[in-house]
């Protein structure tokens, strides 16, 4: 999120920014909070800095998901399927002795 054109040099006198925010007035004199490049996050409340930005961030079995290094794996695979991860995406599958769709569902042969 960028701010509006900023007074640099104008601080807001009463500071209304979330933890690691900054504030600076607007031509307005309205206070305008930022989080700082690479946080993300709500100014008036937090700024987080991510765990990752990227899949690159994270390791092959793990992808980038809002901030967080996670397993690709939940949440991606039909009922009964299985699921590796490579290069960050997942891969699911029919286990032997079951056959179908398995980012759908996977039933007996």
């Known amino acids: 999120m960028l701010p ?3 007074k640099i040099s104008a601080q807001c006198p009463d500071n209304p920014c979330g ?3 900054s504030c600076r007035l607007n031509a ?3 206070p305008v909070c930022s989080c700082p490049f690479g946080y993300l996050g709500d100014p008036f409340k937090e700024c987080i800095r991510p765990e990752c930005v990227s899949d690159g961030d994270c390791t092959e079995f793990e ?3 809002k901030g967080k290094c996670v397993d690709p ?3 991606s695979c039909g009922t009964n399927a299985e ?3 490579k290069h960050h995406v997942p891969v ?4 032997a002795g079951l056959t179908g ?3 759908e569902r996977c039933d007996p042969l």
């Open 4 to 6: 509006v054109v900023l």
């Open 28 to 30: 307005a004199n309205i």
């Open 73 to 75: 794996c939940i949440f």
């Open 63 to 65: 992808g980038c998901r």
């Open 92 to 95: 699911c599958f029919c286990p």
């Open 83 to 85: 699921c590796s991860t």
């Open 101 to 103: 769709s398995p980012f």
């Open 19 to 21: 933890i690691q925010a």
